[in-house]
């Protein structure tokens, strides 16, 4: 006589259950860590651009400030003067320019703006104060720089 035996061939309801709740709480997981992945990358991607644009700023005020005959400022600008022309650095709205004899152009990239471009001067030091932001808004940074002005 044949002993009859019981083969399971699926997945019971409860089985199913778990399994689908594991894989569920794996991929909200996963999202979860692309998603700060994402986040902080564009993040500290904004930090650098700022960084980067900062000192592009303080890197053209400090070699103007060397090759320069003389300099004079306003509250809101720095003219190098040079022996064959200028340059001159102002604020305007949100945005830095930067004009010479031949041309006038943003010096800002146009994903930044400018929210702080003060200039004070005591005798041959040039003081300067930087505020810029992302286009966003939520991340600022500001550098201050004293520069001595060699006159010739």
Known sequence: ME???????????????VYIG?????????????????YY???YFDRITLKN????????IYYNSIIARTATTTN??????????YEKLYASGSALYLENASTSATFLSPKLKLLNFSVSTSGNYINTFINISNAKGD???????????LGF
């Open 3 to 17: 002993k009859y035996t019981f083969r399971k061939k699926g997945f019971t309801l409860i089985e199913l259950l």
């Open 22 to 38: 594991i894989v569920s709480i794996s991929v909200i997981l996963i999202l979860g860590i692309m998603y700060a992945i994402i």
């Open 41 to 43: 990358t564009l993040f």
């Open 53 to 60: 644009e900062m000192f592009k700023i303080l890197q053209k």
């Open 76 to 85: 809101s600008s720095i003219q190098f003067i040079f022996e064959n022309g």
């Open 139 to 149: 991340q600022n940074l500001y550098a201050t720089s004293v520069i001595y002005i």
